[in-house]
């Protein structure tokens, strides 16, 4: 399985810019794409949408329908690479 396209939508994400800077590390159970860059948000609202907006970019992707999504989530963690918040993939038929 491929998970490439993830990471060319987080780096759609960090088109914007502001501060402090937080790490979208998407993963299931097997996989992992840390974000090795980062986006600057203006806080943790627009971190959550940003995660959000990921998932959407995701799921709606050229390998969407090749992946199960049930198992996938987006870590937002902040610039000590603590673990801020988790926001799950949802259930594609949601």
């Known amino acids: 399985m491929t998970v490439g396209f993830l990471t060319l939508s987080c ?16 993963m299931d159970s097997t996989q992992s794409v840390p974000d090795e860059a980062g986006l600057d948000c203006r806080d943790l609202d627009e971190a959550h949408r940003q995660a959000r907006t990921l998932i959407v970019d995701a799921m709606t992707g ?33």
Do not use: N
Request: charged share 30%.
């Open 62 to 94: 050229p390998e969407a329908t090749r992946i199960d999504w049930c198992a996938w989530r987006v870590e937002v963690r902040d610039e000590a690479r603590s673990l801020l918040f988790t926001v799950p993939f949802p259930h594609p038929h949601a």
């Open 11 to 26: 780096q759609k994400l960090r088109a914007r810019a502001a501060v402090p800077r937080y790490f979208f590390d998407i």
